[in-house]
């Protein structure tokens, strides 16, 4: 069965950093498109970043280009956002989604993933 664990959340002050990974079990990923959401809360789930097959391509939301990160460990099975420059917009649980049939058209769409995970909570605060 396939699984998604994330981890590495936390509280940090803002401008600072954390690196978020998702654990991937039951399958080989390498052959998958693996993205992360988040969402704040009383707010919609949002698209961050995601990275193509075999890590061929990667994506990111305009809010987060340039301070995020999206990268994974083909021989762990692990995928990575490294999160700098940190604001309290930042705030939110993200997510790991993963799929192996999804087009590129679809990368920023939630529910088109047939894999996700439970979330971790960010908390950017002084």
């Known amino acids: 069965q396939v699984q998604l664990v994330e981890s590495g959340g936390g509280l940090v002050q803002p401008g600072g950093s954390l690196r978020l990974s998702c654990v991937a079990s039951?399958?080989?990923?390498?052959?998958?498109?693996m993205a992360w959401f988040r969402q704040a809360a009383g707010k919609e789930r949002e698209f961050v970043a995601a990275?193509?097959?075999?890590?061929?391509?990667?994506h990111y939301s305009d809010s987060v280009r340039g301070r995020f990160t999206i990268s994974r460990d083909k021989a762990k099975n692990t995928l990575y956002l490294q999160m700098s420059s940190l604001k309290p917009e930042d705030t939110a649980v993200y997510y790991c989604?993963?799929?192996?049939?999804?087009?590129?058209?679809?990368?920023?769409?939630?529910?088109?993933?047939?894999?996700r995970g439970r979330g971790t909570q960010v908390t950017v605060s002084s």
């Open positions: 989604a993963a799929d192996e049939r999804l087009p590129q058209s679809e990368y920023r769409r939630y529910t088109s993933y047939d894999y």
């Open positions: 039951g399958s080989t990923f390498s052959g998958y498109v």
């Open positions: 990275s193509g097959r075999r890590g061929s391509s990667t």
